[in-house]
């Protein structure tokens, strides 16, 4: 591959000398063409040349919003400009869904093996969603986790012969919604004594014969959660 140009934005002094190091030692194809401590000194950079890649940290100054912020900027007035994240926020996941919003190309956690030639070179040939390994075990082990909830989930209205409309009773009913307010869902139909029945019904099948007695809304709708028939992070009404 041709050389390329890359601009490294971090604000560890230390740090930012071992990045330059990678470079040279690692990555002979890249021209580390300037580095920047702050988003002043980055956007200076900029009007002298476009690099071909920004490696960007996250934490600027204190600051985990900066970087998000400039990912955005970046990728909106330079287009081919790669953005690859090189950051030590090793925990604030909801900030790498931010920066992978912002149009990221990849994030490198400054863990485990930390920044490569083979990441590097992943986003110069234009793979988007470039990890390194730390962040692709927390990746799987969610994917695993979410797939592993919905079998349990899938299994549970089978078990309990839950159809649309029960499943659809007891979500409302989790997220406090009346009988009466459960009647006027678009779509939904029964009046209120039907979903009386209904409710007794459900009951009958989610628990014990000598669970029964005193089971209200709340306790049931309670009840299908732990059974995995609703999911507490998907719990959403429907249009009314």
Partial sequence: MDTFKVIIVEDVKLELKGTEQIFRSEIPEAEVIGTAQNESELWKLFRVAEPDL???DLGLGGSTTVGVDICRQVRARYPQCHVLIFTGEILNERLWVEVLKAGADGIILKTGELLTRDDVMLVMKGRRLVFNQPILEKIVARFTKS???????????INFDIDEYDERFLRHLALGYTKEMITQLKGMPFGTKSLEKRQTELINRLFSE????GVNATRLAVRALQLHILDLESLQPDDE
């Fill in 54 to 56: 920004l490696l960007l």
């Fill in 147 to 157: 797939v592993m909830d919905e079998t349990v989930r899938r299994d549970a209205i």
């Fill in 210 to 213: 000598g669970e029964r007695n």
